[in-house]
């Protein structure tokens, strides 16, 4: 099993900044990519970006593009989302997740993902 854990949410106002974190414990030794997602209330879960271990390679969502930058640590099993400029409509819990094999590759979808964090809230205000 694998355990995720994210962390700094919090409040901030429009036009301002947050790091989130998400370190991984457990049976990490198969990871193929991390990814954030955020859900809205009344909304459903999307994709926001991902990042695969070993190449690198970095997704996002066209929304985000150019605000949000996804980072890692591969030695902790950590990823980052750095997120810049940010809106009202930035508002959701913002999720972690954990895609152990490549199987398709792909890192988009919900359904990419084994494991999943609990999420940790972004509240902007205007």
């Known amino acids: 099993q694998v355990q995720l854990v994210e962390s700094g949410g919090g409040l901030v106002q429009a036009g301002g900044s947050l790091r989130l974190s998400c370190a991984a414990s457990?049976?990490?030794?198969?990871?193929?990519?991390m990814g954030w997602f955020r859900q809205a209330p009344g909304k459903e879960r999307e994709f926001v970006a991902a990042?695969?271990?070993?190449?690198?390679?970095?997704y996002y969502a066209d929304s985000v593009t150019g605000r949000f930058t996804i980072s890692r640590e591969s030695r902790n099993v950590t990823v980052y989302l750095q997120i810049n400029s940010l809106k009202p409509g930035d508002t959701a819990a913002y999720y972690c997740a954990l895609k152990a094999r490549a199987g398709w590759r792909t890192v988009r979808g919900r359904g990419d993902y084994d494991y999943w964090g609990k999420g940790t809230q972004v509240t902007v205000s205007s």
């Open positions: 457990g049976r990490t030794f198969s990871v193929y990519a």
């Open positions: 990042i695969t271990w070993s190449g690198g390679n970095i």
